[in-house]
Structures are given as C-alpha cells and as structure tokens.
C-alpha cells in the first residue's frame, strides 16, 4: 500500500497584544497561511477548558502519545534551531496536551486541521501567559527525520520552526490503522 506523505499547508499563527481589540492582520498574510491577532479579550468569551482535566485524565491522554517520537522530533527541531543559530526551545506538557487532544479529534475527522485552534490558544492562555502561538499539523510520516524534514520543506512550517518562540511540543498519535498523526505547537512566553 502507498505510503501517506501529506502535510497542511495551512496554519495559524496567533498574537497576544495588550490592547482590548481583536482584529484580522491582514498586512502579513501569505499564501496557504493566515494570521490573527488575539487579545485576552478574545479568549474570555471562550470558556475553553481543555487543560482542566484530572491527574488521571491527563495521565490517559498522554498515554496515547508516542513519548519516543516526540522526543526525537523535538530533539531534531532543536538540533536544526541550532545549526541556523536560535536558541533552543524548552518542552512544555500543557502543548502536549492539548495537541494530543487536536490529534484525536485529526483522527477522529481523519483529516489534518487547525479546526478549533483558537480553543487551544485560549487553554494555554489560561495557564501560561504567552504572547504568540503557532501550529504545524501533519501525518503519514513514520520518522522524526522524515516529518521535521518535510515541514522544514513547507516556507510556511519553516517559519513556525525558526520563529520567535520559546517553547514547543509535538504530540504523535496513531490512528487504529497505525498512521501518526502530529501537532506540533510553539508559543512565545
């Protein structure tokens, strides 16, 4: 059977400002992304509860996680960071759980989406004061080398990968035919 090899290439990209007005940035849309510009204003009205979850809820979810790749993946991001002299970003366990919440829902679609980002924005918003946000989604790919090396290939997910952040997770989880699914996410704090 043909191999899956797809990536989105779409993705989000979200701020964090001061001010009380949400509004679109249309002065740095490209093509195959959007951006927008969100304040805590915007997430207020969200009552997302996504991190809200129990010690053993969250022990259950990350269970699904595929704990090697996610490290190999983020052991590869970091090692390319490096080479291209940024600094390296630091793990972070509540991306991780929400990604992993964005893959099941990927898997239960059985499509790749930013379907609900603004949510996991708002979660992590929550818990962590951040200022920017982005996603990478993708699947099909069986290794960290192949998938880090695929995204780095997309000028969208490249941007997402050497941009200004300081922390990221990727989130791994298989569908029940064995397909992986990513979430790759980064915030700047």
């Known amino acids: 059977m043909k191999k899956l090899l797809f990536i989105v290439l779409s993705l989000f990209i979200f701020s964090c400002k001061d001010d009380d007005s ?3 940035d249309s002065s740095n849309k490209m093509k195959d992304a959007s951006s927008v510009i969100l304040t805590s204003t915007s997430c207020e009205s969200n009552n997302t509860t ?12 990350i269970a699904k996680n595929n704990a090697n790749l996610t490290a190999e993946v983020f052991a590869e991001v970091n090692a390319y960071r490096s080479l291209q002299n940024l600094r390296e970003l630091i793990n972070n366990d509540d991306l991780l759980v929400v990604g992993i919440q964005h893959n099941e829902l990927q898997i239960r679609e059985d499509s790749i989406s930013h379907k609900f980002a603004l949510s996991r ?3 992590i918003i929550q818990n962590t004061p951040i200022k920017s946000f982005a996603e990478n989604t993708a699947f099909g790919f069986d290794s960290a ?8 290939n997309s000028p969208n997910h490249k941007r997402n990968i050497e941009g200004d952040f300081d922390a990221m997770a990727t989130s791994v989880v298989a569908n029940t035919d064995g397909v992986l699914f990513y979430t790759q996410i980064f915030i700047k704090l």
């Not at 080398?145 to 995204?151: G, H, I, T, Y």
């Open 121 to 123: 924005f708002c979660s």
């Open 145 to 152: 080398q192949s998938v880090v090396e695929a995204l780095l």
């Open 50 to 61: 996504l991190l809200e979850l129990t010690k053993e809820e969250r022990e259950a979810l």
């Open 22 to 24: 949400a509004s679109s």
